[in-house]
């Protein structure tokens, strides 16, 4: 039976990571068997409640008011509208409807009651609801609880020595601080990270240190690849490789064996191949629907024709997860 561990080194995490990628990618492949179906796949929709006008400088983003962008500024969407859309997901086989504003913090106004009267009607429906809004308080992460918020995403992007290369606008602290904000109101944890921002081997095997030597595993642990966007610092930056993903995936799996590992930004770069493969090292959760947040995603159809190629099943909503485990 695999342990699961809170106080791995860096040194053991590298050594994993290190593997031969084909000696990884079955060890991975053993411990998902040991905790999850491999045959199932969370499928989760992303909805950008409110775009642009971000005050944060994240080298990445194409939300951030200060870079010069295709994105056009959105005021928050009417709770409505945001329901119709989640029954349009729930109906093409969403389990999980997470909420993303373009927000530094939450606040406490009209906007942040808005997204409590989501958060009431999207639970109301029967998914799990997640939300990304960025930092938030104790007691504020307690008001989403209260509204039947299940999930709250606040990813750390990459590894605490890279963070101020990405980042200026807050520091590491902030991140971590909100994930234990949010883990005090017993809010399930979704946390993980982008790569391909110009870090070193290192700084991705510092990222996973990080998140698996939280005093809980995320129940989410998201992998993207970044997808540059002009007019952001990191436009030129080079597509990361199958192989990075496969290795980022496999070793997530191995350390943080409970969690929900998804493959998320950089999908619609992948072939059907090199998504198989990524569900071979670990990978249970996607990110459906034509585009994530403001980048693009691979179309409905190409999913589902996807699933049907690999025998995949959706997993079903709230399925074997204990918040705090």
Known sequence: MTEIRNNWTREEIKEIFDSPIMELMYKAATVHREFHD???VQVCTLL????GGCPEDCAYCPQAAR???????????DVEEVINKATDAKAAGS??????????????????DKVLDMVKGVNNMGMEVCCTLGMLS????????DAGLYAYNHNLDTSEDHYNEIITTRNYDD???TLDNVRKADISVCSGGIIGLGENLDDRVGMLHTLATLPSHPESVPVNALVPV?????EKQERVSVWEMVRMIATARIIMPKS??????GRVRMNTEEQALCFMAGANSIFAGDKLLTTPNPEEDMDKKLFQTLDLKPRKAFKDQEVGV
């Open 38 to 40: 491999p045959q199932e």
């Open 48 to 51: 950008s409640v409110k775009t």
């Open 67 to 77: 870079y010069h962008t295709d994105v056009k500024v959105h005021k928050l969407l």
């Open 95 to 112: 389990t999980r409807f997470c909420m993303g504003a373009a927000w530094r913090e939450v606040r406490d106004n009209r906007d942040f």
């Open 138 to 145: 104790e007691e504020q992460a307690k008001k989403l609880k």
């Open 175 to 177: 991140r971590l601080d």
């Open 230 to 234: 002009e007019g952001t610092p990191l």
């Open 260 to 265: 929900m590992v998804r493959l998320s930004a």
